[in-house]
T-cell receptor
Framework: DAGITQSPRHKVTETGTPVTLRCHQT?????MYWYRQDPGHGLRLIHY???????DKGEVSDGYSVSRSKTEDFLLTLESATSSQTSVYFC?????????????????FGPGTRLTVL | DAKTTQPPSMDCAEGRAANLPCNHS???????VYWYRQIHSQGPQYIIH???NNETNEMASLIITEDRKSSTLILPHATLRDTAVYYC????????????FGTGTQLKVEL
């Protein structure tokens, strides 16, 4: 498995405060992803990155921003945290093969960050 | 990406084979079937994937029907440590390599 770490692992914050979650990988994977997981919803994609400084939105991107200034780090920022953003956040990475019929890349997930917004 | 349908829960006796079904009737020709699992509070873990042929690895076997509209993940000798939520995901190749997770099947392996 890819060496993926997330920090912090747990965080409690108050509504309206900014929060940044960090994902760090040691595998030099090109793609990185942020998901959130809530009861009854499975995992939902927030944002993803396909290279340094290249990012795109997922299905639940409102209220979140991301940045990727280095291959190994992908930051998720909640500019002004709300209680609806209380969740478990997972980072994932993948080594993208060539796009096309033979591309069957695997995503590797980090251990997760449990965020509580009071 | 095609949607998938899985039973919400299943039970299996330890040592027996666990067969987890998945329906993906709208799957397209370029879409692969992926299986992941998530043990409580941990990040999802890749298990296996396939296109149209049956696949086997050290963790499991994947059986895909000839029309590709359904598949079955087989854990040949389930153990208590296989208790987890299992996700069947259909994903097209290329592009953003995004995975769309549903709510999966909660597999409970019991003594």
């Amino acid at each position: 498995d890819a060496g993926i770490t997330q920090s912090p692992r747990h965080k409690v914050t108050e509504t309206g405060t900014p929060v940044t979650l960090r994902c760090h990988q040691t595998e030099n994977h090109r793609y990185m992803y942020w998901y959130r997981q809530d009861p009854g919803h499975g995992l939902r994609l927030i944002h993803y990155s396909y290279g340094v400084k290249d990012t795109d939105k997922g299905e639940v991107s409102d209220g979140y921003s991301v940045s990727r200034s280095k291959t190994e780090d992908f930051l998720l920022t909640l500019e002004s945290a709300t209680s609806s953003q209380t969740s478990v956040y997972f980072c994932a990475t993948s080594r993208l093969g060539l796009a096309g019929a033979s591309s069957t890349d695997t995503q590797y997930f980090g251990p997760g960050t449990r965020l509580t917004v009071l | 990406d095609a949607k998938t349908t899985q039973p919400p829960s299943m039970d299996c006796a330890e040592g027996r084979a666990a067969n987890l079904p998945c329906n993906h009737s709208t799957i397209s020709g370029n879409e692969y079937v992926y299986w992941y699992r998530q043990i409580h509070s941990q990040g999802p873990q890749y298990i296996i994937h396939g296109l149209k042929n049956n696949e086997t690895n050290e963790m499991a076997s994947l059986i895909i029907t000839e029309d590709r509209k359904s598949s079955t993940l087989i854990l040949p000798h389930a153990t208590l440590r296989d208790t987890a939520v299992y996700y069947c995901i259909v994903r097209a190749t290329g592009g953003g390599n995004k995975l769309t997770f549903g709510t999966g099947t909660q597999l409970k392996v019991e003594l």
